[in-house]
Nanobody
Framework: QVQLVASGGGLVQPGESLRLSCAASGSISSINLMSWHRQAPGKQRELVATITRGGSTNYADSLKGRFTISRDNTKNTVSLQMNSLEPEDTAVYYC??????????????WGQGTQVTVSS
């Protein structure tokens, strides 16, 4: 069984930065795509950024330039550096990964979510 555990959320003021991390653990053979998503109150979950195993990234158009996704394949982690945060960035942030376990079965796995609140 594999799991993702997210951390790093919190309360920050507008203009500040925050770094989220997500670690995968369990019987992992390899991890393909990793991504971050967010869900604001009353809204649908939306994609924030993705990163392939090889390091290719993709971002939501509205977040380009402020958010940076990265990963460490040796540690099975994915991070999201968020700069110049705005109140509109307030949401629960979820990590996601396509994980192949030691038995060769691939599953999409969600982390538990971490709250990010941007407020003065």
């Amino acid at each position: 069984q594999v799991q993702l555990v997210a951390s790093g959320g919190g309360l920050v003021q507008p203009g500040e930065s925050l770094r989220l991390s997500c670690a995968a653990s369990g019987s992992i053979s390899s991890i393909n795509l990793m991504s971050w998503h967010r869900q604001a109150p009353g809204k649908q979950r939306e994609l924030v950024a993705t990163i392939t195993r090889g390091g290719s990234t993709n971002y939501a158009d509205s977040l380009k330039g402020r958010f940076t996704i990265s990963r460490d394949n040796t540690k099975n982690t994915v991070s999201l550096q968020m700069n110049s945060l705005e109140p509109e960035d307030t949401a629960v942030y979820y990590c996601y990964a396509e994980i192949r376990d030691r038995w060769g079965i691939s599953r999409g796995t969600w982390g538990q979510g971490t709250q990010v609140t941007v407020s003065s």
